[in-house]
DNA sequence: CTAGTGATCCGCT
DNA sequence: GCGGATCACTAGA
Protein backbone atom coordinates (compact mmCIF):
# COMPACT_ATOMS: atom_id res chain seq x y z
CA UNK A 1 0.00 0.00 0.00
CA UNK A 2 1.43 3.18 -1.01
CA UNK A 3 1.32 6.01 1.39
CA UNK A 4 0.07 9.25 -0.13
CA UNK A 5 0.95 12.72 1.45
CA UNK A 6 -1.52 15.46 2.84
CA UNK A 7 -1.62 18.06 0.63
CA UNK A 8 -0.13 21.10 2.47
CA UNK A 9 -1.87 24.27 2.05
CA UNK A 10 0.81 26.37 3.08
CA UNK A 11 2.70 25.91 0.24
CA UNK A 12 2.50 28.37 -2.93
CA UNK A 13 -1.07 27.74 -4.50
CA UNK A 14 1.32 26.98 -7.80
CA UNK A 15 2.69 23.94 -6.02
CA UNK A 16 -1.21 23.83 -4.15
CA UNK A 17 -2.72 23.61 -7.94
CA UNK A 18 -0.92 20.88 -8.93
CA UNK A 19 -1.29 18.67 -5.98
CA UNK A 20 -4.75 19.17 -6.30
CA UNK A 21 -4.84 17.25 -9.94
CA UNK A 22 -5.75 14.27 -9.33
CA UNK A 23 -7.43 14.63 -5.69
CA UNK A 24 -11.07 13.72 -5.09
CA UNK A 25 -13.29 16.73 -3.67
CA UNK A 26 -16.38 15.53 -2.02
CA UNK A 27 -19.14 18.09 -0.79
CA UNK A 28 -22.28 15.89 1.24
CA UNK A 29 -20.45 13.04 -0.53
CA UNK A 30 -21.27 14.45 -4.30
CA UNK A 31 -18.25 15.30 -6.53
CA UNK A 32 -15.08 13.45 -8.39
CA UNK A 33 -11.67 13.98 -9.43
CA UNK A 34 -10.36 17.31 -10.02
CA UNK A 35 -8.91 17.66 -13.38
CA UNK A 36 -8.21 21.26 -13.54
CA UNK A 37 -7.01 24.02 -10.93
CA UNK A 38 -5.68 27.69 -11.52
CA UNK A 39 -3.37 29.48 -8.85
CA UNK A 40 -3.56 32.87 -7.95
CA UNK A 41 -1.40 35.05 -5.44
CA UNK A 42 -1.26 37.89 -3.89
CA UNK A 43 1.14 39.80 -5.99
CA UNK A 44 -0.92 38.62 -8.91
CA UNK A 45 -3.16 41.15 -11.04
CA UNK A 46 -5.47 38.75 -11.45
CA UNK A 47 -6.21 37.91 -7.98
CA UNK A 48 -9.07 39.00 -6.33
CA UNK A 49 -6.25 39.60 -2.84
CA UNK A 50 -4.37 41.54 -5.29
CA UNK A 51 -5.80 45.15 -3.99
CA UNK A 52 -5.64 43.73 -0.16
CA UNK A 53 -8.26 42.14 2.22
CA UNK A 54 -12.22 43.43 1.74
CA UNK A 55 -14.91 42.22 2.91
CA UNK A 56 -15.66 39.97 -0.03
CA UNK A 57 -12.35 38.38 0.04
CA UNK A 58 -12.01 37.74 3.43
CA UNK A 59 -11.68 33.87 3.49
CA UNK A 60 -8.40 34.27 1.13
CA UNK A 61 -6.56 36.36 3.58
CA UNK A 62 -7.64 33.83 6.06
CA UNK A 63 -5.66 30.13 7.37
CA UNK A 64 -4.62 27.94 4.30
CA UNK A 65 -7.00 24.89 3.90
CA UNK A 66 -10.16 26.59 3.91
CA UNK A 67 -12.82 27.52 1.53
CA UNK A 68 -13.09 30.93 -0.55
CA UNK A 69 -16.80 31.10 -2.32
CA UNK A 70 -17.31 34.11 -4.68
CA UNK A 71 -20.27 35.55 -6.92
CA UNK A 72 -18.50 35.53 -10.55
CA UNK A 73 -20.49 38.13 -13.45
CA UNK A 74 -23.95 37.83 -10.50
CA UNK A 75 -24.42 34.70 -11.43
CA UNK A 76 -22.20 31.64 -10.77
CA UNK A 77 -20.58 30.30 -7.52
CA UNK A 78 -17.00 29.82 -7.80
CA UNK A 79 -14.68 27.61 -5.66
CA UNK A 80 -11.37 28.29 -4.46
CA UNK A 81 -8.87 26.71 -1.36
CA UNK A 82 -6.56 28.70 0.28
CA UNK A 83 -3.18 28.93 0.22
CA UNK A 84 0.09 30.44 2.41
CA UNK A 85 0.33 31.73 5.88
CA UNK A 86 -2.83 33.71 7.04
CA UNK A 87 -3.00 36.70 6.01
CA UNK A 88 -1.04 35.93 2.69
CA UNK A 89 -4.11 35.86 0.22
CA UNK A 90 -3.21 33.12 -2.58
CA UNK A 91 -5.69 30.66 -3.79
CA UNK A 92 -6.41 27.91 -5.87
CA UNK A 93 -9.65 28.00 -8.02
CA UNK A 94 -11.18 24.57 -8.86
CA UNK A 95 -12.33 24.72 -12.85
CA UNK A 96 -12.84 21.18 -13.53
CA UNK A 97 -14.42 17.68 -11.66
CA UNK A 98 -14.08 14.27 -13.73
CA UNK A 99 -17.57 13.29 -12.11
CA UNK A 100 -17.59 10.30 -9.97
CA UNK A 101 -19.75 10.62 -7.49
CA UNK A 102 -23.62 11.14 -6.68
CA UNK A 103 -23.93 12.33 -10.67
CA UNK A 104 -28.03 12.28 -10.66
CA UNK A 105 -27.46 14.92 -7.69
CA UNK A 106 -25.35 17.10 -10.09
CA UNK A 107 -27.80 16.30 -13.28
CA UNK A 108 -30.52 17.54 -11.04
CA UNK A 109 -29.07 20.59 -10.20
CA UNK A 110 -27.23 21.44 -13.29
CA UNK A 111 -30.94 21.52 -14.94
CA UNK A 112 -30.41 17.83 -16.80
CA UNK A 113 -32.64 15.87 -14.53
CA UNK A 114 -34.11 12.47 -16.72
CA UNK A 115 -31.55 12.65 -19.35
CA UNK A 116 -29.82 9.62 -17.31
CA UNK A 117 -26.89 8.06 -19.54
CA UNK A 118 -26.38 11.11 -21.41
CA UNK A 119 -22.75 12.47 -21.43
CA UNK A 120 -21.39 13.52 -18.04
CA UNK A 121 -18.90 15.96 -19.84
CA UNK A 122 -20.89 19.21 -19.01
CA UNK A 123 -21.36 18.71 -14.99
CA UNK A 124 -18.54 20.03 -13.82
CA UNK A 125 -16.27 21.77 -16.68
CA UNK A 126 -15.89 25.00 -15.48
CA UNK A 127 -16.03 27.20 -12.34
CA UNK A 128 -19.16 27.63 -12.35
CA UNK A 129 -20.69 24.09 -13.53
CA UNK A 130 -18.70 23.04 -10.54
CA UNK A 131 -20.47 25.54 -8.07
CA UNK A 132 -23.61 24.38 -9.47
CA UNK A 133 -23.28 20.72 -9.57
CA UNK A 134 -21.81 20.39 -5.91
CA UNK A 135 -24.41 23.01 -4.26
CA UNK A 136 -22.07 25.34 -3.61
CA UNK A 137 -22.91 29.12 -2.39
CA UNK A 138 -22.02 31.58 -0.04
CA UNK A 139 -22.87 29.56 3.56
CA UNK A 140 -19.28 27.59 2.38
CA UNK A 141 -17.16 30.29 2.29
CA UNK A 142 -14.81 29.88 5.26
CA UNK A 143 -15.06 26.76 5.78
CA UNK A 144 -12.46 24.10 6.26
CA UNK A 145 -12.08 21.84 3.58
CA UNK A 146 -10.91 18.80 5.99
CA UNK A 147 -14.28 19.04 7.54
CA UNK A 148 -17.82 17.73 7.15
CA UNK A 149 -19.46 18.52 4.65
CA UNK A 150 -16.27 18.36 2.45
CA UNK A 151 -13.79 15.15 2.09
CA UNK A 152 -10.43 15.67 0.29
CA UNK A 153 -8.66 12.65 -0.58
CA UNK A 154 -5.04 13.41 -2.42
CA UNK A 155 -4.20 11.31 -5.29
CA UNK A 156 -0.85 9.90 -6.30
CA UNK A 157 1.36 12.75 -8.31
CA UNK A 158 -0.26 11.85 -12.08
CA UNK A 159 1.57 10.73 -14.94
CA UNK A 160 1.05 13.94 -16.98
CA UNK A 161 0.17 17.36 -15.59
CA UNK A 162 -0.46 20.25 -18.19
CA UNK A 163 0.33 23.70 -17.87
CA UNK A 164 -0.69 26.64 -19.51
CA UNK A 165 -2.16 30.51 -19.40
CA UNK A 166 -5.09 31.00 -16.88
CA UNK A 167 -8.54 31.27 -18.69
CA UNK A 168 -11.13 34.37 -18.64
CA UNK A 169 -8.96 36.82 -16.74
CA UNK A 170 -6.93 40.50 -18.60
CA UNK A 171 -3.98 41.03 -16.63
CA UNK A 172 -1.01 38.74 -15.83
CA UNK A 173 -2.25 36.69 -19.03
CA UNK A 174 1.44 35.40 -19.84
CA UNK A 175 1.45 33.52 -16.36
CA UNK A 176 1.24 29.48 -16.85
CA UNK A 177 -0.55 28.85 -13.82
CA UNK A 178 -3.60 26.61 -15.15
CA UNK A 179 -3.09 23.34 -14.20
CA UNK A 180 -4.79 20.05 -15.88
CA UNK A 181 -4.86 16.03 -15.89
CA UNK A 182 -3.15 14.74 -19.35
CA UNK A 183 -5.80 12.99 -21.53
CA UNK A 184 -8.88 14.02 -19.39
CA UNK A 185 -11.89 14.31 -21.37
CA UNK A 186 -13.47 16.17 -18.42
CA UNK A 187 -11.10 19.47 -18.62
CA UNK A 188 -13.58 23.28 -19.32
CA UNK A 189 -11.07 23.66 -22.28
CA UNK A 190 -8.32 21.99 -23.83
CA UNK A 191 -4.69 22.53 -23.02
CA UNK A 192 -2.48 24.26 -26.39
C1' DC B 1 -15.20 26.07 -35.41
C1' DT B 2 -15.36 31.38 -33.71
C1' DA B 3 -17.86 35.57 -32.36
C1' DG B 4 -21.52 37.95 -30.18
C1' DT B 5 -24.98 38.54 -26.52
C1' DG B 6 -28.03 38.34 -22.49
C1' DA B 7 -28.55 36.94 -17.73
C1' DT B 8 -27.84 39.19 -13.16
C1' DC B 9 -25.12 40.67 -8.88
C1' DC B 10 -22.07 43.37 -6.08
C1' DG B 11 -17.50 45.29 -4.85
C1' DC B 12 -14.94 48.86 -6.01
C1' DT B 13 -13.69 53.65 -8.05
C1' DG C 1 -21.51 53.49 -13.12
C1' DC C 2 -18.23 49.75 -14.59
C1' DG C 3 -16.82 45.32 -15.28
C1' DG C 4 -15.68 40.84 -13.82
C1' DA C 5 -11.42 33.98 -12.18
C1' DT C 6 -18.90 32.45 -16.51
C1' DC C 7 -22.39 29.96 -19.12
C1' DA C 8 -25.78 28.95 -22.64
C1' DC C 9 -27.52 30.00 -26.77
C1' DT C 10 -27.54 31.89 -31.47
C1' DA C 11 -25.76 33.09 -35.98
C1' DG C 12 -22.51 32.63 -39.43
C1' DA C 13 -18.08 31.05 -41.75
Redesign the pocket.
Known sequence: LSRIAKIDFRAPSERVARQLIGAMLLVDGVGGRIVET?A?DREDP????F???????AS?FGPPGRI?V???????W?L?LVCREPGHGA???I?AIEPLAGIETMRTR??LAGSAGVDTR?LC??????G?ALGLGPQHDGLPVDRSPFELLPAAEPAGILVGP??????ATDQPWRFGLAGSRFL?RPFR
Open positions: EYASHSAGPTVRNMYYRSYGIHCNGVLRRGLAGPGRVQRIGITKS
